[in-house]
């Protein structure tokens, strides 16, 4: 009699969902790489979503919970803040789209800056992954000055990105040669 621990493994050569997915994905990239404008204006409207979202969400547990829980009212200030943040990116995803670059781009700029200072004091420590620490804070600090440059390279990068993720699942899919599965 076989209990539900009882594994067994069968051949499977291919996962067609991990396929599917892949190229959907990286169909997906190609789309943001030929139209970046597009593609930094859906990415704007969907922070605006997630931004109007949050608010309504955190207004409904501080009504909900504010005396179980004792929430502090900063909660509504943020909640508002972020009603407010959607609201302006719902409104003008054209011009915010214009200005998402810069603004993601100035964090890579400060956190590779951040990285690669802090490379060199790993180094004095003879850490072993310094030079790798040194060159990711390098490609961050270039592509931040990359995005405020040339704009629609933002969506160029995320497009490679997404290239580069739904092939890596294609292959992953393609090369299943065994799966766990419960029996």
Known sequence: METTQTREYRVKKRDWGLIVIGVLMALAGVSFIALPGITLVAITLFAGAAFLVSGVFDIISYVRFRKS???????????????????????????????????????????????VVGSFRIRNTEAPLWGWMLASGLISVLCGVLFFIYPASFAIFIGIFTIVRGVSLVVYGASVDKMLVDA
């Open 69 to 115: 829980m004792d929430l502090s009212r900063w909660l509504i200030v943020y909640a508002v803040f972020d009603i407010i943040i959607g609201a302006i990116f719902l409104l003008n995803p054209i011009v915010l789209a214009a200005v998402l670059p810069w603004a993601i781009g100035l964090f890579f700029v400060v956190f590779g800056i951040f990285e």
